[in-house]
């Protein structure tokens, strides 16, 4: 009895004295900070947190193993997507035409899919709420783009963007998975996109957003191997994954995850940006950066910068591009706490250097944009392992860009 | 349990309403919705700064705490697969945020959180209780951090252990060992603090 007196006691203790007030202007401080803050890309954010994470294996063999099972396991559900998925009128299940309600407004959207695995796709919401079609007196929003099917995944991308006639924006990147179950697609956003009917009636009434289940992840599977296309600002890069192997992708970026998307243990990943600014001080960032406008300009500034230490660059060439390639690192026991937003960042846009990791940037000038491909290592011991590093050098060797 | 019981609730003292409203913020904000984002922080402040005070028993450096998190959770939000886990996972940002500060020691020398006022005047009863929460304020100060967290995350956010113990990234078993020894440091602090032994022993035990 004693300890739940003791317990009762301490509770109502801590309930008496607990101040809930926010300090004067604390509320307003933190949103001033994330209104200059970025987020971070899906991928990386997850790599960075990820609740219940699993324990790092315990050697390359293990490892490898477990990816072996893995790609076994993917060979077989392939094949059986592949045995009784498609009906006989259908290149895919995914061709045809899908219906979802708006959940912003409980406007119509359809979502039509041509045949073959990179089918061209054609996007409309009926009435469009959003500033996008602000000025246009017809409110009906059309985007057309061109998707990419990875097993029972379609990922659609809208280059030229969409609008309703008078102004175009950028769109995202579409990831729908279909659930074969229900004869449905779900959308990374949680809406559940319905078939319609082959008399051309639409089902009704069309539930909105779906709690459970959500897609795991909105990477593409690329276990495979095979090839990997994203946008980097203007120009496009295609990289070639091998096959065995377990690479994953983000749809809407260029990154790519060596041990797929839900492994943040093995952070082995390679991501591009276009470089416009490079800061002078990698640990803080709150100065103004420096302008560059070419890979010389910045790879200049990348050597100069402080808190990295001055990282050698030597030439190299990224698909017949010019520029250098420069390594960077940083101890396991360096204090990033007093860093800007608690991290090393030698490129902003690139990922953070945390301790331990190394970097491996490429920066090429390609027709007038700064392009930086980086391998980013989780550690020295995946950095030495020689089967990995000639993996990932191919991966860069392969990349094909276009401006 | 559901995202409202972060959101201005103090262990279930208030409404659990608008869970689907704070999974809808969640989503939004994880899109990049800043102004969703700002709701969000709007609604949990007070009771994250609330913990991030128990914690480190700091008034700055809670503050500094709770700002770390937010940060954080803003722009790792795109991770979060599942909105309803958001609670679970700001409760986490804040824990590692107080530690980080406590580690770094940042003026968390001052230890000055008043209770209740000690120069109200004594009514019948009244005195006795200020004596025990004054040794009960003095255990939990001498106590460290991370074993204060857990009496926080049990006692005050009435978390079942092994919530407690996933939001401080330990194994439960460490987290029972932890809160054990809080406990036990607590009653030795009382009993070694008051003079008067047995009134507190009649009140706690």
Redesign the interface.
Known sequence: MMSDRFSAGLRQHLLDSANERPADGQLAAILDRVAVTAQRPRLVARLAWFPGRIGPFPSTAVRLALIAAALLAATLATSLLGGGGAGPSRSTVFEGTWIATDPGDGSRQTLDVNAGMTPAVHYEDAFSTGGACVADEVKVFTADGRGQIFENRLAVTYPAGGGCGLTTVPMETGVLDYDAATDTLLASDGVRWFRAREDGARPTPLPTIVASPRPESACLDLHGGGSYEASVGSLTLTATLPASTSWEGLPDSFLLSRFGCPDPESPVWVEAQVVTQVGPDACDRSGPALEVATAAEAISALAAQASIGGPDSVDATLDGYAGSQLEMSQSADFDASTCTDGVLAPLNDISSLDPGNILVVHVVDVEGTVLAVAIHWGSAAERDDQQLVAELDAVVASLRIEP | MRVAHIIGN??G?RGEGGGEQV?DLV?RAR??D?DA??EL??RS???L??VG??ILRD?YAA?DA???A???A?????????P??FE??MR??LVRACF?TAR?GKRTASVE?R??PADEPAVAGAERHLA??DQ??RGLARIPAQQRAV??LV??L?LPLADAA?AMDIPLGTAKSRLNRA?NA??AAIEADDREPSRVGE???
């Open positions: 103090a262990a003292r999974r989503v899109g990049g800043r984002f700002s922080v709007a402040i007070g009771r700064t609330a005070r128990m008034e503050q709770v700002q770390d937010f940060i954080e803003w722009r790792s939000l795109p991770g979060l697969r599942d309803d886990r679970a996972w986490r940002l980080r770094h959180i209770l209740t025990i929460h009960l304020e009496v926080v006692y005050y009435d996933l406990t607590l009653r009140q706690l035990a």
